[in-house]
Structure formats: C-alpha cells, structure tokens
C-alpha cells in the first residue's frame, strides 16, 4: 500500500506503524462527568467498520508525523491522507 | 450411518453406493428455540454440544455462505494448549482434552495428529518466561517440557542454531499438542449436529435482529424472518458488523492474517515449530506441504487477502529459522479475517440485550479453541451460567480491569 503523505508525496505504508480508529483524537476528558465510562469506552470499543475507515498512521521510518488515513478496509484502497494535526486542529475526527 | 473400518470394507465391495450426503439442506422453520449465527467451526460445535450433550431441540445454524466457509477452513490447523494465564490456559487444555476424544465422540475422521508442538526461546529472560508458562500448564493439567539446545538439535537438526540474533537456547515442548484437519471438524461437527435434528441452514445471511423491550425474539434473513427464543452469535471476524445490528459496539478489530503452504517435500518437520522471535511458525501436513505463517498485516482488514511485505517478513523468518526451506516453492498463500479483542483473549457471554449471546474475539486462536469454544458456549445457552472454564470470557472485562492480556501489550489489538 500507498500512502499519500501530504508533504511527501506517495509513501511506503512500511515506512508507517498503525496505531487504529482516528476516533483517539477524540480522546475525553478525564475531569468531566461519568469520564470513567467514557474512557473505557475510549480505550477499548472500536466501530470497526467494513468499508470505509479513516486511522491513524505513523510515518515512524519518515518524518514521523501523524496521519489520519482514510481507506477502505474490504478493498485496502486508500482514498486520502492528512495530517492528523489539521484534523484535531478542526475539531477532531467525526 | 456410522462410519467404521467394518463400513469401508463392506462400500469397497459393494461399489462405495451405500454412502450418503453428511447432512441434511433443510428449509428454515418459522421458529426455533435456539439459532446460532455462523456455520463456521464453533458455530457447529455449539449446536452439536446444545443437542448432544445439553439435550436441546429445535435448533438452527444460519450460515451465510456454505458451511465451514470462513476461518474454519483458512486456518493452518494447529491445536495446542500452551497459555500461561489463569483465565486461558484451564480453558484451552479442556478444548485439548476435548481433541484428544473427539473423533470417537463424534464418529468422524478429523486426522488429529499430536505430533508436538515447540515454542523455540533465544535468551536465559526468554527461557525463564518459558519456565513458568510451563509450571501454569502443568498446574492446568496440561504436559510441558522445557528442551534445551541439544535436545532441539536433536528434534529438528535443520534449524539454524547460530543465527547471529537469534541463536537457538532450547524450546518449550508440550508433545500432545500437534495438528487436525480443519475441514474435517467443521464437517465432523455439522454431521453430528445434523443427525441430532440440528437444521443447518446454509446461504441464509441474517440481516438483523428482532429485539422486543430488550428481549431478543428472532432474526432477519435473507430467507425471511426466522423466530427464536435465544440466539448464539459465532462469526469471528465478522462480529462487529453482525453485532452492530444490534446496536452493539465490540472490543474488537478486525484484521486480516496471512497463511502459507509449499508444494509437497517429503516428511521433514518433525511436528509443529514456532519461531516467535521471528515472525514464523511451520509444520507440515500430511500431504507433505509446508504449512505456515507468521503475523497478522496489522491494519483493519476485511479483505480476506494480505499484502506483499508480510509475506516478505514471513519467508526471511523461515529462511532465518531453517535455511533449506529457500529450497521450496511457495503453492498457496491467503488470509483470513480475525477477531483482534483488546486483550488478546476472547468473548464468550451473554450480550446485554435478554437472549443474544455473543462468541467472539478468538484473535488467530480459534481453531485450537473450537470443541471448548462450542462447549462452553452451548452450556452458557442451555444454562445460562458460563462454563467454569470460559467464566473469565466476559464482554465486561474490559470496562471492570479484568483483561486478559496474554502479552501484556495493552489495548493495542494488532500487536496481539
């Protein structure tokens, strides 16, 4: 696979570690009411869906920054790239 | 028709015209008391140990494709029980236990062949982890025997025992592990459910639930609705999707995992060996193919395929491990969708909606776990209690700090 990085251009996803689901941006907040549900629900469920699905990847053989990728995962075809910065910086990912 | 060495000699003379299709392809019933979802390995054990040993009726398998279509028959086929946890390791020797009578309890050759299984350890800290996976096996009732090189050597001589990073310290051996025919078990399993009344339902797709004030009353179709008083859902790898229909979300992701078979060499690996260190573990079928594999892609997946540098990291394992395999010719290659869970270990409970029953989160381990798996799911259905051996199976664990966590890698499901 290739992933477009925004200031590289077409990388190699073996230059990338997975971390998962780019919902982690949306990470809680730890103060709030009821935070204990919402960080188990946080850490451990996932949407997991089949088809399109926007991730976290690491360039950690680049210039190790972090994207959010949007690809499929029936087909692994990989439909865009950002950096997952302007992402959290826009409100996170939906 | 029960199957014999008698029954083989009496079809050979009478032109083979005595044998008779395995099950039945019945029409679904508008109704029955339990249906389970998937006809894939545990889906088949759970309604053969539902019928045969809780004495249940009136059940279904709903199998969307064919049965024995997904995981069942993409695995590489090895049975083992060589867990240090307490949550797993009871767990996975009674489904050892299990193998060891299964094809006398269901009358149907599943080639199960405990031919060993050797985990191999590269430094004293690795050896010492075997150490005491060893004592938890032996304290579970299991066998285990810590090896050391010479020992090794003398098993399988052809591993490279100086490899520069990871030269070869000893193994931890546990010699009733071995392998089984996977399409075998599925078909072994579904006869014998069939024979028990059992209606397997095959190219029938459940396409949601019928929940009625949180109580479950049924299931959609492809076939049209089908009523049930509780419903078992077994379709590691599709859980997510299946469970979503019913509003759930699972800890777990899916991921694609990648096998391999050779073309046929004469008989040259001893039994099952793994190479940890190495991304890598092999043995050989008895059609003489070099069975093997080594880790999953590490990205969601439900593509049923891999990419090509797994498959690189796979072979430099092999060719690291036991050099002469360069020799051979890849025949094959595939993969399957697993369960990843948070915890590398899997799901076996009830679900909080009143009737739907969840069998999930085997990660690349079900197949070993299939007759316990069924076992223990068929008695969570017919008694509502989990069976002593999966009680710490349960959806909640991960919201209650009770994980499972094998590797101690955290809720990080592609490193599990």
């Known amino acids: ?94 | 028709m029960h199957f014999s060495g008698l029954r083989v000699i009496r079809e050979a003379l009478t032109g083979h015209k005595g044998w008779k299709p395995l099950w039945r392809n019945p029409e679904p019933q508008p109704a029955y008391d339990y249906i389970i979802v998937g006809g894939g390995g545990h889906g088949l054990a759970t309604a053969y140990y539902l019928a045969k040993t809780f004495g249940r009726a009136r059940i279904a398998v709903l199998e969307k494709s064919w049965l024995g279509s997904g995981n069942i028959g993409r695995n590489t086929t090895i049975i083992r029980s060589n867990y240090l946890l307490p949550g797993n390791e009871p767990f996975y020797e009674f489904s050892m236990k299990l193998w060891e009578g299964l094809e006398q309890e269901f009358n149907f050759n599943a080639m199960v062949s405990q031919r060993g299984i050797l985990n191999l350890c590269h430094t004293d800290a690795q050896r010492d982890a075997f150490r005491r996976r060893g004592n938890a096996m032996l304290l579970a009732g299991a066998d285990a025997e810590l090896l050391d090189r010479e020992q090794v050597r003398a098993m399988a001589p052809f591993l490279n025992f100086d490899n520069a990073r990871f030269p070869i310290k000893g193994g931890l051996l546990q010699r009733r592990a071995g392998t089984a025919r996977h399409d075998g078990v599925a078909w072994g399993y579904a006869r014998g459910a069939d024979m028990r009344g059992v209606d397997l339902i095959q190219n029938c797709e459940v396409t949601g639930f019928r929940i009625d004030g949180g109580r479950i009353s049924g299931v959609e179709t492809t076939r049209g609705h089908i009523a049930a008083g509780k419903v078992g859902v077994a379709v590691a790898g599709s859980s997510s999707r299946v469970m979503a229909m019913a509003g759930m979300r699972l800890p777990i992701e899916s991921h694609v995992l990648q096998a391999f078979v050779s073309e046929g060499l004469k008989p040259t690996i001893p039994g099952v060996i793994t190479f940890g260190a190495g991304h890598f573990y092999v043995s050989q079928s008895d059609k003489g193919g070099l069975v093997f594999g080594g880790d999953i892609d590490g990205y969601n997946s439900y593509a049923q395929r891999g990419n090509l540098p797994v498959i690189e990291d796979v072979a430099e394992g092999g060719m690291a491990l036991m050099p002469m395999i360069g020799r051979a010719r890849l025949l094959r290659v595939w993969g399957g969708i697993m369960d990843m869970s948070m915890d590398g270990s899997p799901i076996i409970d009830r679900t909080p909606v009143e009737g739907l029953y969840l069998n999930a989160g085997w990660c690349y381990g079900g197949f070993k776990a299939t007759p316990a798996s069924g076992y223990a799911f068929a008695h969570l259905l017919a008694t509502g209690r989990p069976h002593e051996t999966a009680s710490a199976y349960r959806l909640d664990r991960f919201a209650r700090g009770h994980v499972i966590d094998e590797k101690g890698v955290g809720a990080q499901p592609n490193l599990h």
């Open chain 1, 1 to 94: 696979m290739l992933i477009p990085h925004p200031l590289l251009g077409l990388r190699d996803a073996q230059e990338f570690t997975y971390l998962g689901d780019a919902a982690l941006l949306n990470r809680p907040d730890g103060m709030a009411e009821g935070a204990e549900a919402a960080f188990a629900e946080y850490v451990y469920l996932r949407d997991n869906p089949a088809g399109v699905h926007r991730e976290l990847w690491f360039h950690e053989q680049g210039d190790r920054s972090w994207l959010v990728v949007t690809r499929d995962t029936t087909t692994h075809e990989i439909l865009g790239a950002e950096l997952a910065r302007d992402v959290k910086l826009k409100g996170g990912a939906a």
